[in-house]
């Protein structure tokens, strides 16, 4: 049983029929590559996905990753407002490019941050650090909804609230990286819709495609596009673009984002009866945890002696990241295993 999914790449479930469809459906279009005309699924799917997102004016650009998704929204950021310093966080993740625009001898492309961004780290959460950092020297501050790698950790309300509000007092770009911890993973469609607030630039993968590759980036209505402005070889192909047509259909039919919700909370409320499990975190089936020194052997317990699959992020933190189909059976499989785990751990 797979609770990691690739890290929250398997967003609807393994193989599921609608999507194996959907791209079998496509595949005689194969040979019909264009990187320069629009298919008519690239429409078809920014529609669908503004509509279950939640952000139906967003434009929608195409990529294959989310590596490239962020490094299209921190140059598309350096575009509109002629900065190049960048605000980021502590234990962020946001892929593992570089160099390649820099590298670019071509001014269309690579103006104006042709030297590469100047990144300032910041401890999450602290608001003070924050103000004093940012200023109009600031093209972007960049944040995950909920940070994956780092081992899930939150960003408070309060602290996006603060980061919207500066970020718009200065003319800097707030870029979600919403790589991991979108596609209603927590249970709403983005992590960070939980504290109301709206991103300018907003970067996807991962359960996007449920294991086709594909990324992309929502783009604020403001934001007027022209020719050259950002550009993709693979981008928005036919494959990808039924790939994720088919995942929100499927997220939007079976009521993923519900389920989410609902067997996060239970799973929450579950993990915390077991006094082993320290700091447990996170919202829908996007959830972490820390387990002491003696307990370290415990993910591989689960996999060789129960099947069952979980991830990690060092030190000894369990992450968990389902598909969002996990039926409450399944969820059940995991904390029984849990229950004869940490028994036999503690006993021996
Ligand atoms: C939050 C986040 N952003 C970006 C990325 C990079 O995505 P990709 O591996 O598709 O380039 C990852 C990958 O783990 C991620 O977790």
């Not at 994956?148 to 979600?176: M, R, T, W, Y």
Request: charged residues 20%; proline residues 3%.
């Amino acid at each position: 049983m797979d609770l990691y999914g690739g890290h929250a790449v398997i967003s609807i479930g393994h193989n599921h029929p609608h999507f194996v469809e959907a791209l079998k459906s496509q595949l005689d279009k194969i040979s019909f590559y264009s990187n320069s005309v629009k298919n008519s699924l690239q429409e078809k799917l920014a529609d669908k996905l503004g509509q279950v997102s939640g952000y139906p004016n967003h434009q929608l650009f195409l990529c294959n990753s989310g590596a490239e998704a962020n490094e299209n929204a921190l140059k598309l950021a350096s575009f509109v407002n002629g900065r190049k310093k960048v605000i980021a966080f502590k234990k962020a993740f946001h892929g593992r490019t570089s160099g390649a625009v820099a590298a670019t001898d071509n001014p269309k492309i690579v103006a104006p941050f042709n030297a590469g961004h100047e990144i300032a780290f910041l401890p999450l959460n602290d608001e003070q650090a924050f103000i004093e950092t940012i200023n109009t020297e600031i093209s972007s501050v960049i944040i995950e909804g909920i940070q994956g790698v780092g081992g899930i950790i939150l960003p408070n309300d309060s602290f996006l609230q603060l980061l919207s509000k500066k970020c718009k007092e200065v003319g800097a770009l707030l870029i979600l990286d919403e790589v991991q911890s979108g596609y209603g993973r927590t249970g709403k469609f983005f992590a960070h819709q939980f504290s109301g607030i709206q991103a300018d630039l907003i970067t996807i993968a991962k359960g996007m495609g449920n294991g086709f590759p594909i990324g992309g980036l929502l783009i604020h209505p403001d934001i007027k596009p022209w020719s050259g402005m950002l550009g993709t070889t693979f981008g928005g192909n036919y494959l990808a673009c039924a790939a994720g047509l088919s995942v929100l259909e499927v997220i939007e039919q079976e009521n993923l984002m519900s389920n989410a919700t609902t067997l996060g909370d239970f799973w929450l409320e579950q993990l915390s009866t077991f006094s082993d499990i320290k700091a447990i975190r996170g919202k829908g089936l996007m959830i972490g945890f820390d387990l002491p020194d003696e307990l370290a052997t415990l993910r591989n317990d689960l996999l060789f002696k129960h099947a069952i699959f979980t991830g990690e992020a060092k030190p000894n933190t369990v992450r968990l990241l389902p598909s969002l189909a996990l039926s409450k059976t399944e969820a059940d499989t995991f904390l029984e295993a849990l229950t004869a785990e940490l028994k036999q751990t503690v006993s021996s």
